[in-house]
């Protein structure tokens, strides 16, 4: 089991930055991958980025260029580096540490509660 914990969220004018945290209850050095996701009123989830253990990152079309994932294994931390925003970046963003497979066996994965990230002028 693993708790994470979401913490950065706010509000924020347009153009500006915001760097949320997520801190994990225990190491995330084995976890398979870990990755933010975020949900705005009235739609479904979305991948925002996820980085791999072994530090690949992936990042959804819409924030290309303006995010940055990054992991600090000896803090059980990741970082979502958040800059350029824009309105429709508003959302509840959540962290999530998926423990992947092991011979053959998905062994699940945890969400965090979310924070709220509002961007509006």
């Known amino acids: 089991q693993v708790q994470l914990v979401e913490s950065g969220g706010g509000f924020v004018q347009p153009g500006g930055s915001l760097r949320l945290s997520c801190a994990a209850s225990?190491?995330?050095?084995?976890?398979?991958?870990m990755g933010w996701y975020r949900q705005a009123p009235g739609k479904q989830r979305r991948l925002v980025a996820f980085i791999t253990s072994g530090g690949t990152t992936s990042y959804g079309d819409s924030v290309k260029g303006r995010f940055t994932i990054s992991r600090d294994n000896a803090k059980n931390t990741i970082y979502l580096q958040m800059n350029s925003l824009k309105p429709e970046d508003t959302a509840v963003y959540y962290c999530?540490?998926?423990?992947?497979?092991?011979?053959?066996?998905?062994?699940?994965?945890?969400w965090g509660q979310g924070t709220q990230v509002t961007v509006s002028s």
């Open positions: 225990r190491s995330i050095y084995s976890i398979n991958t």
């Open positions: 999530n540490a998926d423990q992947g497979y092991y011979l053959g066996t998905y062994l699940g994965d945890y």
